[in-house]
C-alpha cells in the first residue's frame, strides 16, 4: 500500500474501528460500553459510513469519518455515535493539531445538528506528536463555544503495557503503535506483523476479532508491498480469508501454471522457512503450516 502515511493509517484505523466496533468502545469508552446493549448489533450512520475504492479518500482528499448507532439498555436507541478521526503531522513534519482540533469540532457540529434528538459522544485515536489534542474553541466578539473530546494518543502508549493487554482492540492499538515504531523499515514490520499473527491464535480470540486484528495489522504495516515476503504474505492469508477461499485461489494458481507442481504444501513450506529465519519454535511453526516435526526439521 503506498501513497502518504496519513491515507493508509487513517483508513485501517477507521475500518478496524467499524469491523470490531464493541470492542474498540470497550476499549476506548468503558463507561458506554456498559450501557450497551449486547444482543444488538452496533452500525453505520447512513450516508456517514467508510470510505470505499473509489471515493474522495483516493482522490487526496478527506477520508470519510466513522459514524456509529451504539444501542443502549432499556429498548431504546439512542443513536449514540462515536466520531473517530485518526491524525497525523504532514509531511513537512510541522504539526497538525490546530487543524485536526477544527475538524473534530466540525464533526461533531454537523452531527448534533442533524440528529437533534440524539446522544451524541465521540473519541479520538492521535498518531500525531502531540499530547494534548481534546478540545477546541471557536469566538466572535463575545460569543464563544468550547467543546471537548477524549483523545487517545498512540505514540504515548506503552509497548509493554500493550503487549500484555489481552482485550482484543489493545493488539489494535498495539499493531498501531509498532507500526510508528516501523516506519518504512521492511524487516521491523515483518518481525512485528508475525508477532501479531502469533498472538491472534493464542489469545482465545473469536473469528470475527481475529479478522479485525489482523486484517488491521495486514494494513497498517503494509503486506502488500513487493518488499514484503511471500511467505508472510501467505501466512496472513492463510488466516484472514475462509479456507476453502484460499484453496481455490491455490487451486486456480497450479491450474495456470504449466510443467510445474506448486501446491499448500509448498506454501506451507516457503512460509515454515520464514518462520523458521524469524526464530519460531517447530511446535509454533508446526501449529501455522500444518507440517509435521520431521518435514520442519529437515529444513533448518
Not at 506503552?158 to 489493545?170: G, I, Q, T, Y
Not at 503486506?223 to 508472510?232: N, T, Y
Request: charged share 30%; glycine share 8%.
Amino acid at each position: 500500500m503506498t501513497g502518504k502515511p496519513h491515507k493508509w493509517r487513517d483508513i485501517a484505523w477507521k475500518l478496524a474501528i467499524a469491523d470490531g466496533a464493541k470492542d474498540a468502545i470497550a476499549y476506548f469508552m468503558p463507561d458506554l460500553a456498559s450501557d450497551m446493549d449486547a444482543s444488538r448489533e452496533v452500525t453505520a450512520i447512513s450516508g456517514m459510513e467508510l470510505p470505499v475504492k473509489g471515493s474522495n479518500s483516493d482522490k487526496g482528499m478527506l477520508v470519510s469519518d466513522v459514524f456509529l448507532n451504539v444501542p443502549v439498555k432499556g429498548g431504546e436507541d439512542w443513536g449514540i455515535a462515536c466520531v473517530v478521526e485518526q491524525q497525523h503531522d504532514d509531511e513537512k513534519g510541522e504539526r497538525g493539531e490546530k487543524n485536526f482540533a477544527a475538524r473534530m469540532f466540525d464533526s461533531l457540529v454537523r452531527l448534533m445538528a442533524s440528529r437533534p434528538a440524539d446522544k451524541v459522544t465521540g473519541f479520538v485515536v492521535y498518531t500525531g506528536s502531540t499530547k494534548d489534542v481534546n478540545s477546541y474553541t471557536v469566538s466572535c466578539y463575545g460569543m464563544e463555544a468550547t467543546i471537548k473530546f477524549r483523545t487517545f494518543h498512540v505514540p504515548s502508549y506503552s509497548l509493554e503495557a500493550l503487549r500484555n493487554d489481552k482485550r482484543p482492540f489493545a493488539r489494535v492499538v498495539y499493531a498501531g503503535r509498532l507500526s510508528l515504531e516501523s516506519g518504512d523499515d521492511v524487516a521491523l514490520r515483518e518481525k512485528y506483523a508475525w508477532e501479531l499473527l502469533n498472538a491472534s491464535g493464542e489469545e482465545g480470540y473469536d473469528k470475527r476479532q481475529k479478522k479485525f486484528i489482523l486484517e488491521f495489522a495486514g494494513r497498517i504495516f503494509r503486506l502488500s508491498d513487493p518488499g514484503i515476503s511471500e511467505g508472510l504474505k501467505e501466512a496472513f492469508k492463510l488466516r484472514t480469508i475462509p479456507l476453502e477461499q484460499y484453496v481455490a485461489e491455490i487451486e486456480k494458481e497450479e491450474a495456470m501454471m504449466i510443467g510445474e507442481e506448486k501446491g499448500m504444501e509448498e506454501k506451507a513450506f516457503e512460509v515454515a522457512r520464514t518462520m523458521l529465519a524469524d526464530g519460531f519454535t517447530t511446535k509454533t511453526i508446526m501449529k501455522y503450516t500444518g507440517l509435521d516435526e520431521s518435514s520442519i526439521l529437515s529444513l533448518r
